[in-house]
C-alpha cells in the first residue's frame, strides 16, 4: 500500500491539475444547481460559498496563526512541568 | 429477559465485565470478556421496555431506566463505540485499563437510561471517576497531574449539577427528569444546565477537555472522545431544548475549538479541540430546539462519535507505534503506516463532511436547521467551523503526519498490531456506510425526518467550501508549519491560580502560621493554664453538687436493670426481635 501511494505522490503534477479542474468544475456546477431552499441572499450569489471558502480559509490562518504568534503561544514549560 | 422477571440493565453488564475481568486475565480469557460484553449489551438495547427498574429508596422514586427514541439513538452509538473501542484496545494486557473503560460506558449508559436527577448524578459521577483512570494509566508525570485537574473540575462540575437537583427538589419534589420548559427555568435548572455544559466543554468550562484527552492512554482517549461530551449532549437535548443561550454557546464553540485547532502542535490537542467545535453543533442545534435540529444534534453526535474515535485511533497509532503525537516531530510516514493514514484521511473527510461521508447527511442538518428557522448569523458561523475544520482536521492533520517532509521522521514506524486496524476499519466502514445509505441513522432519529441531504445545492455548496478550503491551505501551507509550543487557553486561571495558592501557602501562610505558634506558645499557654484553673474550681463547686444526686438515681436504676438481665441468650434474642418488631411497627404506622 505504501508504495502505490509514493507512485501517486510522484505524480503531483497531475493532481495539481485535476485540483484546479475540480475547482473550476465547482464554479462552473453551481450555475446550473436549482436552490429550492434558499435560506437568505447569500445563497442566489453563484460561487458565493466559494468565496466563503477561500476568503474563510486564508482570514482563519492569519487571524488565529497572528493570535497564536502575539498572545496565545507560549514555551512547552510555560505551567513548569 | 425482559418476561423473565430477572432483568440486567445494560450498563449493569460493563460492570460485571469490569468485575470479571482481573479474573479472566489469569484464565486467559480477557480478550473474551473484551468482546462479549458490548456485544451482549448492544444486542441487548433492542429490547428494551420503555421502563424498567423503578426502586424506591428513603423516599425517593429511582427510575434506572426509562426509554424512547432520544434514548436509543445513544444508546446505540455508545454500545456500538464500545465494541469498535474493545476491539482496538483489545492488545492491552492490563486489565486496569479496560475496567476504567468499562466502568467509564456503564456510567455513560446509565446516565443515558436514567429516569430521575438521582440515578442520573451517580452515573455521572463514576463516569467522571472512571474516566479520570484513563488518563492516570499513561502514568507520566504530565498525565498524572492532567489527570488530577480533570477529576477536580469534574467534582467542581458535579457539584454544581447536585446543587442545582436539590434546589430543584426543594422547590418541586421532584426529580423526573424530563424537558425543562424554557419559561419555567429558574436559579436551579440553570445550575443543572451549568453542570451539564461543563461535560460538554462549553467555553469558558471547556478546557479540562483539551487538557485531560491528549494526556489518556492510546485506547482511553478513543473511549473519552465518545462518551463524556456527547452523553452530555443527550442530557442537554432532553432537558433543554430550545435555550437561547445553547444556541449561541454553540455556535461560539465550533468557531473557538477550530481556532485551537488551527494552531495547536499537538495531533491528539487538535483533535480535542476539535471536540469542542463539533459538540458546538450538537449544542447550538439542541438551542434551536425545533424537531429538525435535534434530529440534526442526535445525527452529528451519531456521525461524530464514530469518525472521531476513527481519528483518535489514527493519531493513537502514530503514538503507539512511533511513541510521539507532535506535528513538528512527525511527517513523511505514509510509506510506513499507509493503513494509518488511509483510515485516518476517511475520519477527516467524514469530519470535514465530504459528499458520500456521515459528516455530509448530519452535519448540514445542523446548518439548515439554522437556516429554515431564519438564524442566518447562527448559519454562517457554523458553516465557517466547517472551513476551519476541512482546513485543520481535514488536510493539516494527516498533512504534517503523513507528508511534509520527503524522508520518515521515525524509521522505524509501522502500521499498528492487526486488531488496532480492525478498530480503524469498522469505524472507516461505517462513516461511508451512513454517508451511502443515511436512512440508517435518519430512521433511528427522535422526529421523523423531511431532510434530503443530497440535494444539487446541497451538493454544490459543499464541492466550493471544501475546494476553495483547499486552496487556501494550498497558498498558504508554509504559515501552517507547526510549532513546537503550547497555547494559553482558561485554564491558566487554574493552573496559574493553583500555584498562586501554593505560593501563598508556602510563604506568607507559613510564615503567618510561625508566627501565630509563637504567639501562642508565649501568651496563649499561660491564659490556657488559667483558663484551666478557673474551670475547675467551677466544676467542683458548681457542677459535682448537681451532678451527685442525678449520679444517684442512675446507680439505683443500674442495680434495677441488672434484675432484669437474665444472662440467657435466647431471652436477649427475643428481647431483641421484640424490639425491632416495635420499630418496624412505628415505622410503618408513621
Known sequence: MGHIIASL?????????????????????????????AHFWGDHIIGFWAFVGLVGCLGMIVIFKGLAKVWLMKGEDFYGN | MVTSGIFVHPAAWFILGAVLLPIARRLKLQKVVLLAIPIIAFAQIRILPDSFGVCHFMGFELVFGSVDKLTMVFLHVFTVMAIIGSVYGLHVEESGQHMAAFLYVAGSLGTTLAGDYLTL?????????????????RKRKR??????????????????????????????????????????????????????????AVPPIHAWLPDAYPEATVTGAVYMCAFTTKTAVYVLARAFP????????????????????????????????????????????????????????????????????????????????????????????????????IFTVIGGISISGFPLTSGFISKS?????????????????????????????GIKLPYFVWFAKDNPAVPEAKDPPFNMQLGMAIAAFLCIFMGVYPDFLYNMLPFPVHYHPYSA????????????TGLGFYLMVKKLAPKDKMNLDLDWFYRRGTQV?????????????????????????????????????????????????????????????RQVQTGRVQHYVGGAVIALFLLLLVMVLI
Open chain 1, 9 to 37: 505522490r510522484e505524480r503531483s503534477d497531475l493532481f495539481r491539475l485535476l485540483f484546479f479542474a475540480f475547482l473550476a468544475f465547482a464554479v462552473v456546477f453551481d450555475f446550473f444547481a436549482v436552490r429550492h431552499h
Open chain 2, 121 to 137: 448524578f451517580i452515573f455521572w459521577e463514576l463516569m467522571a471517576f472512571a474516566s479520570t483512570f484513563l488518563v492516570w494509566y
Open chain 2, 143 to 200: 498525565s498524572i497531574e492532567a489527570g488530577y485537574r480533570y477529576l477536580l473540575i469534574h467534582t467542581a462540575g458535579g457539584l454544581v449539577l447536585l446543587a442545582g437537583i436539590f434546589l430543584r427538589y426543594q422547590h418541586l419534589h421532584d426529580l423526573t427528569f424530563a424537558r425543562i420548559p424554557v419559561e419555567s427555568a429558574g436559579l436551579a435548572e440553570y445550575l443543572i444546565m451549568i453542570g451539564f455544559m461543563l461535560n460538554a
Open chain 2, 242 to 341: 430550545g435555550f437561547e443561550a445553547l444556541a449561541i454557546m454553540g455556535a461560539i464553540m465550533t468557531l473557538y475549538g477550530v481556532a485551537y485547532a488551527v494552531i495547536e502542535n499537538d495531533a491528539r490537542r487538535i483533535l480535542a479541540y476539535h471536540i469542542v467545535s463539533q459538540v458546538g453543533y450538537m449544542v447550538c442545534g439542541v438551542g434551536i430546539g425545533t424537531a429538525m435540529a435535534i434530529n440534526g444534534a442526535c445525527a452529528h453526535a451519531y456521525a461524530h462519535i464514530i469518525y472521531k474515535a476513527l481519528l483518535f485511533m489514527g493519531a493513537g497509532a502514530v503514538l503507539e507505534m512511533t511513541g510521539r503525537s507532535k506535528l513538528s516531530e512527525l511527517g513523511g510516514l505514509y510509506k510506513l503506516m499507509p493503513m494509518s493514514l
Open chain 2, 365 to 393: 442538518m445542523i446548518i439548515a436547521a439554522a437556516g429554515e428557522h431564519h438564524r442566518t448569523g447562527l448559519m454562517i458561523m457554523l458553516t465557517l467551523a466547517a472551513v476551519g475544520t476541512f482546513l485543520s482536521v
Open chain 2, 457 to 468: 445545492y446541497h451538493l454544490s455548496e459543499t464541492f466550493q467550501i471544501l475546494g476553495f
Open chain 2, 501 to 561: 495558592f501554593m505560593w501563598l501557602a508556602r510563604r506568607p501562610l507559613s510564615v503567618a502560621n510561625d508566627w501565630v505558634g509563637e504567639v501562642y506558645r508565649t501568651v496563649g499557654l499561660r491564659f490556657t493554664t488559667a483558663m484551666a484553673r478557673a474551670m475547675s474550681w467551677f466544676d467542683w463547686h458548681g457542677i459535682d453538687h448537681v451532678i451527685d444526686g442525678t449520679a444517684a438515681s442512675v446507680v439505683r436504676g443500674g442495680d434495677e436493670l
